[in-house]
Protein backbone atom coordinates (compact mmCIF):
# COMPACT_ATOMS: atom_id res chain seq x y z
CA UNK A 1 0.00 0.00 0.00
CA UNK A 2 2.61 2.26 0.67
CA UNK A 3 3.45 3.19 -3.13
CA UNK A 4 0.13 3.19 -4.21
CA UNK A 5 -0.78 6.81 -5.50
CA UNK A 6 2.67 8.30 -4.61
CA UNK A 7 4.48 10.62 -7.14
CA UNK A 8 7.96 9.31 -7.27
CA UNK A 9 10.66 12.05 -9.38
CA UNK A 10 13.13 9.01 -10.72
CA UNK A 11 16.58 10.13 -12.09
CA UNK A 12 18.32 7.89 -13.93
CA UNK A 13 15.13 5.78 -15.00
CA UNK A 14 16.27 4.68 -18.39
CA UNK A 15 18.59 1.79 -17.90
CA UNK A 16 20.03 -0.05 -14.66
CA UNK A 17 18.95 0.30 -10.71
CA UNK A 18 16.46 3.08 -12.15
CA UNK A 19 15.06 0.73 -14.91
CA UNK A 20 14.73 -2.07 -12.18
CA UNK A 21 12.71 0.42 -9.58
CA UNK A 22 10.49 1.85 -11.97
CA UNK A 23 9.29 -1.23 -13.40
CA UNK A 24 9.08 -2.71 -9.73
CA UNK A 25 7.35 0.97 -8.61
CA UNK A 26 4.46 1.08 -11.57
CA UNK A 27 3.44 -2.60 -10.71
CA UNK A 28 2.81 -1.60 -7.29
CA UNK A 29 0.78 1.43 -8.32
CA UNK A 30 2.74 4.51 -8.36
CA UNK A 31 3.05 7.76 -10.40
CA UNK A 32 6.35 7.94 -11.95
CA UNK A 33 8.43 11.20 -13.39
CA UNK A 34 10.95 9.24 -15.18
CA UNK A 35 13.78 11.78 -15.89
CA UNK A 36 17.27 10.36 -18.11
CA UNK A 37 18.96 12.11 -21.11
CA UNK A 38 17.78 9.15 -23.24
CA UNK A 39 14.63 9.67 -24.66
CA UNK A 40 13.65 6.78 -26.58
CA UNK A 41 14.76 4.57 -23.55
CA UNK A 42 12.44 6.28 -21.52
CA UNK A 43 9.75 6.36 -23.70
CA UNK A 44 9.81 2.23 -24.31
CA UNK A 45 9.93 2.13 -20.23
CA UNK A 46 7.24 4.36 -19.89
CA UNK A 47 4.74 2.12 -21.78
CA UNK A 48 6.28 -1.15 -19.51
CA UNK A 49 4.97 0.86 -16.93
CA UNK A 50 1.99 1.94 -17.94
CA UNK A 51 1.35 -1.97 -19.10
CA UNK A 52 2.26 -2.82 -15.78
CA UNK A 53 -0.72 -0.24 -13.64
CA UNK A 54 1.24 2.62 -13.00
CA UNK A 55 1.36 6.31 -14.34
CA UNK A 56 4.68 7.75 -15.93
CA UNK A 57 5.56 11.08 -17.57
CA UNK A 58 8.77 11.20 -19.51
CA UNK A 59 11.45 14.05 -19.24
CA UNK A 60 14.40 14.24 -21.46
CA UNK A 61 16.61 16.27 -19.89
CA UNK A 62 20.23 16.39 -18.17
CA UNK A 63 20.18 16.53 -14.49
CA UNK A 64 23.41 18.86 -14.44
CA UNK A 65 21.15 21.47 -16.08
CA UNK A 66 18.96 22.70 -12.85
CA UNK A 67 16.75 24.84 -14.84
CA UNK A 68 15.68 21.58 -17.20
CA UNK A 69 15.58 19.40 -13.47
CA UNK A 70 13.32 22.11 -12.26
CA UNK A 71 10.94 22.38 -15.44
CA UNK A 72 10.02 18.79 -15.03
CA UNK A 73 9.78 18.60 -11.15
CA UNK A 74 7.51 21.83 -11.78
CA UNK A 75 5.49 19.34 -14.83
CA UNK A 76 5.01 16.51 -12.94
CA UNK A 77 3.72 18.73 -9.83
CA UNK A 78 1.38 20.60 -11.69
CA UNK A 79 -0.08 17.64 -13.61
CA UNK A 80 -0.36 15.50 -10.48
CA UNK A 81 -0.65 17.98 -7.62
CA UNK A 82 2.36 16.75 -5.77
CA UNK A 83 5.74 14.78 -5.66
CA UNK A 84 5.62 12.48 -2.51
CA UNK A 85 9.53 10.90 -2.90
CA UNK A 86 12.40 11.93 -4.70
CA UNK A 87 14.61 8.92 -5.64
CA UNK A 88 18.53 10.69 -6.73
CA UNK A 89 19.86 7.88 -8.72
CA UNK A 90 21.33 9.47 -12.38
CA UNK A 91 24.76 8.73 -11.98
CA UNK A 92 28.08 7.51 -14.10
CA UNK A 93 30.82 5.36 -13.00
CA UNK A 94 33.55 7.59 -14.91
CA UNK A 95 35.61 4.37 -15.08
CA UNK A 96 37.99 5.60 -18.36
CA UNK A 97 41.26 6.62 -18.32
CA UNK A 98 40.83 10.35 -18.03
CA UNK A 99 38.91 10.16 -14.87
CA UNK A 100 41.86 7.68 -14.02
CA UNK A 101 44.40 10.51 -14.91
CA UNK A 102 42.57 12.96 -12.75
CA UNK A 103 42.15 15.32 -16.32
CA UNK A 104 39.97 18.05 -14.33
CA UNK A 105 37.11 17.90 -17.07
CA UNK A 106 36.57 14.13 -16.79
CA UNK A 107 36.58 14.41 -12.74
CA UNK A 108 33.97 17.66 -13.01
CA UNK A 109 31.64 15.73 -15.28
CA UNK A 110 31.76 12.34 -12.74
CA UNK A 111 31.40 15.17 -9.91
CA UNK A 112 28.64 17.27 -12.03
CA UNK A 113 26.37 14.94 -12.48
CA UNK A 114 26.82 12.47 -9.61
CA UNK A 115 26.23 15.25 -7.23
CA UNK A 116 25.53 18.45 -8.39
CA UNK A 117 22.88 16.11 -10.51
CA UNK A 118 21.52 15.11 -7.08
CA UNK A 119 21.70 19.07 -5.70
CA UNK A 120 19.76 19.83 -8.67
CA UNK A 121 16.81 17.07 -8.03
CA UNK A 122 16.46 18.06 -4.41
CA UNK A 123 16.44 21.98 -5.41
CA UNK A 124 13.36 20.98 -7.71
CA UNK A 125 11.29 19.01 -4.88
CA UNK A 126 12.36 20.43 -1.49
CA UNK A 127 10.41 23.57 -1.10
CA UNK A 128 7.17 22.65 -2.01
CA UNK A 129 7.65 19.16 0.44
CA UNK A 130 8.34 21.70 3.02
CA UNK A 131 5.59 23.71 2.15
CA UNK A 132 3.01 20.76 2.56
CA UNK A 133 5.26 19.50 5.47
CA UNK A 134 5.76 15.65 3.88
CA UNK A 135 7.58 14.13 1.66
CA UNK A 136 11.25 11.99 1.22
CA UNK A 137 14.47 12.40 -0.64
CA UNK A 138 16.29 9.42 -1.35
CA UNK A 139 19.63 9.53 -2.52
CA UNK A 140 21.13 6.63 -4.26
CA UNK A 141 25.19 6.68 -3.24
CA UNK A 142 27.61 4.03 -2.78
CA UNK A 143 29.42 1.64 0.01
CA UNK A 144 32.03 3.46 -2.26
CA UNK A 145 31.77 6.85 -0.39
CA UNK A 146 32.82 5.29 2.63
CA UNK A 147 36.92 5.66 1.99
CA UNK A 148 38.92 6.57 -0.76
CA UNK A 149 39.46 3.55 -3.64
CA UNK A 150 42.36 2.75 -6.01
CA UNK A 151 41.53 4.42 -9.58
CA UNK A 152 37.74 5.53 -7.87
CA UNK A 153 38.92 9.32 -6.80
CA UNK A 154 36.28 10.77 -8.69
CA UNK A 155 33.18 8.54 -8.16
CA UNK A 156 34.62 7.99 -4.24
CA UNK A 157 34.58 11.84 -3.89
CA UNK A 158 31.11 12.29 -5.65
CA UNK A 159 29.85 9.61 -3.33
CA UNK A 160 30.80 10.78 -0.14
CA UNK A 161 30.53 14.33 -1.19
CA UNK A 162 26.21 12.54 -1.85
CA UNK A 163 26.13 11.15 1.29
CA UNK A 164 27.64 14.03 3.60
CA UNK A 165 25.10 16.70 1.11
CA UNK A 166 21.88 14.32 2.04
CA UNK A 167 23.11 13.88 5.20
CA UNK A 168 23.51 17.34 6.03
CA UNK A 169 19.85 18.54 4.46
CA UNK A 170 18.56 15.77 6.86
CA UNK A 171 19.71 17.52 9.77
CA UNK A 172 18.23 20.75 8.38
CA UNK A 173 14.07 19.29 7.41
CA UNK A 174 13.93 17.22 10.83
CA UNK A 175 10.83 17.57 12.28
CA UNK A 176 9.57 19.30 9.13
CA UNK A 177 7.69 16.29 7.73
CA UNK A 178 10.54 14.67 5.00
CA UNK A 179 12.39 12.00 5.13
CA UNK A 180 16.03 11.56 4.01
CA UNK A 181 16.85 8.38 2.93
CA UNK A 182 20.44 7.40 2.34
CA UNK A 183 21.29 3.96 0.25
CA UNK A 184 24.88 2.39 -0.38
CA UNK A 185 24.64 -0.39 -2.31
CA UNK A 186 27.63 -2.30 -3.06
CA UNK A 187 28.26 -3.51 -6.55
CA UNK A 188 25.01 -4.81 -8.75
CA UNK A 189 25.15 -5.83 -12.15
CA UNK A 190 23.96 -2.77 -14.36
CA UNK A 191 25.40 -0.93 -17.86
CA UNK A 192 27.67 0.90 -15.02
CA UNK A 193 29.75 -2.30 -13.93
CA UNK A 194 29.27 -4.36 -17.30
CA UNK A 195 32.39 -3.47 -18.60
CA UNK A 196 34.30 -4.40 -16.14
CA UNK A 197 36.11 -7.68 -16.41
CA UNK A 198 38.01 -7.95 -12.57
CA UNK A 199 36.85 -9.27 -9.47
CA UNK A 200 32.99 -7.00 -7.87
CA UNK A 201 33.53 -8.61 -4.74
CA UNK A 202 29.62 -9.82 -3.70
CA UNK A 203 28.52 -8.86 -7.20
CA UNK A 204 24.24 -8.51 -6.93
CA UNK A 205 21.98 -9.33 -9.83
CA UNK A 206 20.02 -5.94 -10.65
CA UNK A 207 16.47 -7.51 -9.64
CA UNK A 208 17.63 -9.23 -6.06
CA UNK A 209 19.00 -5.45 -5.67
CA UNK A 210 15.50 -3.74 -5.96
CA UNK A 211 13.76 -5.11 -2.76
CA UNK A 212 16.45 -3.44 -0.58
CA UNK A 213 16.32 -0.44 -2.52
CA UNK A 214 11.89 -0.72 -2.34
CA UNK A 215 12.55 -1.95 1.48
CA UNK A 216 14.93 0.73 2.65
CA UNK A 217 12.41 3.47 1.15
CA UNK A 218 9.43 2.48 2.78
CA UNK A 219 10.87 1.54 6.11
CA UNK A 220 12.03 5.45 5.79
CA UNK A 221 15.20 4.22 6.81
CA UNK A 222 18.08 7.48 7.06
CA UNK A 223 20.69 4.94 6.09
CA UNK A 224 20.64 1.14 4.35
CA UNK A 225 23.76 -0.14 2.58
CA UNK A 226 23.60 -3.50 0.88
CA UNK A 227 24.71 -6.41 0.42
CA UNK A 228 25.82 -7.08 4.08
CA UNK A 229 29.06 -8.84 3.93
CA UNK A 230 30.74 -6.19 1.43
CA UNK A 231 28.78 -3.19 3.89
CA UNK A 232 30.41 -4.98 7.08
CA UNK A 233 33.59 -4.83 5.40
CA UNK A 234 33.31 -1.55 4.33
CA UNK A 235 32.17 -0.28 7.78
CA UNK A 236 34.84 -2.26 9.29
CA UNK A 237 37.58 -0.20 6.76
CA UNK A 238 36.38 2.91 8.46
CA UNK A 239 38.30 2.41 11.61
CA UNK A 240 41.05 1.11 10.37
CA UNK A 241 44.07 3.32 10.97
CA UNK A 242 45.46 4.85 7.76
CA UNK A 243 48.68 2.85 7.50
CA UNK A 244 47.02 -0.40 7.87
CA UNK A 245 43.91 1.00 5.30
CA UNK A 246 46.14 2.35 2.49
CA UNK A 247 47.99 -1.30 2.40
CA UNK A 248 44.75 -3.23 1.94
CA UNK A 249 43.01 -1.09 0.02
CA UNK A 250 45.77 -0.08 -1.93
CA UNK A 251 45.85 -3.87 -3.58
CA UNK A 252 42.32 -3.86 -4.44
CA UNK A 253 41.82 -4.39 -8.32
CA UNK A 254 38.36 -3.75 -9.03
CA UNK A 255 38.86 -0.72 -11.30
CA UNK A 256 41.77 -2.25 -13.64
N1 LIG B 1 25.67 -0.68 -10.34
C1 LIG B 1 26.32 -0.58 -9.20
O1 LIG B 1 27.11 -1.46 -8.83
C2 LIG B 1 26.09 0.61 -8.29
C3 LIG B 1 26.57 0.52 -6.98
C4 LIG B 1 26.40 1.60 -6.13
C5 LIG B 1 25.74 2.74 -6.58
N2 LIG B 1 25.29 2.80 -7.87
C6 LIG B 1 24.64 4.03 -8.29
O2 LIG B 1 23.38 3.73 -8.80
C7 LIG B 1 22.99 4.73 -9.74
C8 LIG B 1 22.44 4.05 -10.99
O3 LIG B 1 23.50 3.33 -11.60
P1 LIG B 1 23.30 2.03 -12.48
O4 LIG B 1 24.23 1.00 -11.96
O5 LIG B 1 21.86 1.70 -12.62
O6 LIG B 1 23.93 2.52 -13.85
P2 LIG B 1 23.31 2.73 -15.31
O7 LIG B 1 22.55 1.55 -15.76
O8 LIG B 1 24.44 3.21 -16.14
O9 LIG B 1 22.25 3.90 -15.07
C9 LIG B 1 22.61 5.23 -14.89
C10 LIG B 1 21.39 6.08 -15.14
O10 LIG B 1 21.74 7.44 -14.91
C11 LIG B 1 21.34 8.20 -16.04
N3 LIG B 1 22.23 9.34 -16.23
C12 LIG B 1 23.58 9.33 -16.38
N4 LIG B 1 24.00 10.58 -16.59
C13 LIG B 1 22.92 11.39 -16.58
C14 LIG B 1 22.72 12.77 -16.76
N5 LIG B 1 23.75 13.60 -16.99
N6 LIG B 1 21.45 13.26 -16.68
C15 LIG B 1 20.41 12.44 -16.46
N7 LIG B 1 20.53 11.11 -16.29
C16 LIG B 1 21.78 10.60 -16.35
C17 LIG B 1 21.43 7.24 -17.21
O11 LIG B 1 20.54 7.66 -18.25
P3 LIG B 1 20.94 8.44 -19.59
O12 LIG B 1 22.27 7.93 -20.02
O13 LIG B 1 19.81 8.11 -20.50
O14 LIG B 1 20.96 9.88 -19.20
C18 LIG B 1 20.89 5.97 -16.58
O15 LIG B 1 19.49 5.98 -16.58
C19 LIG B 1 24.22 5.58 -9.98
O16 LIG B 1 24.13 6.78 -9.24
C20 LIG B 1 25.35 4.73 -9.44
O17 LIG B 1 26.45 5.49 -9.01
C21 LIG B 1 25.46 1.77 -8.73
Not at 33 to 42: D, F, P, Q, T
Not at 119 to 137: D, I, Y
Not at 143 to 166: D, E, I, N, Q, V
Request: aromatic letters at 8%.
Amino acid sequence: MFWKDKVVFLTGASSGIGEGLALALAKKGATLGLLARRKEMLGELAEKCEAAGGKSRVFACDVVDAEAVQDAADALRSEFGKIDILIANAGIGGNNEETQNLKPEAVKKVIDINLIGAVNSVSAVLPQMLERGSGQLVAISSLAGFRGLPKSAAYCASKAGMTAFFESVRLDVQNKGVAVTIIQPGFIKTPLTSGRENKMPFLMELENSIPHFLRAIERKKKFAAFPWQLATIVRAGKFFPARLYDRIAGGAKYRE
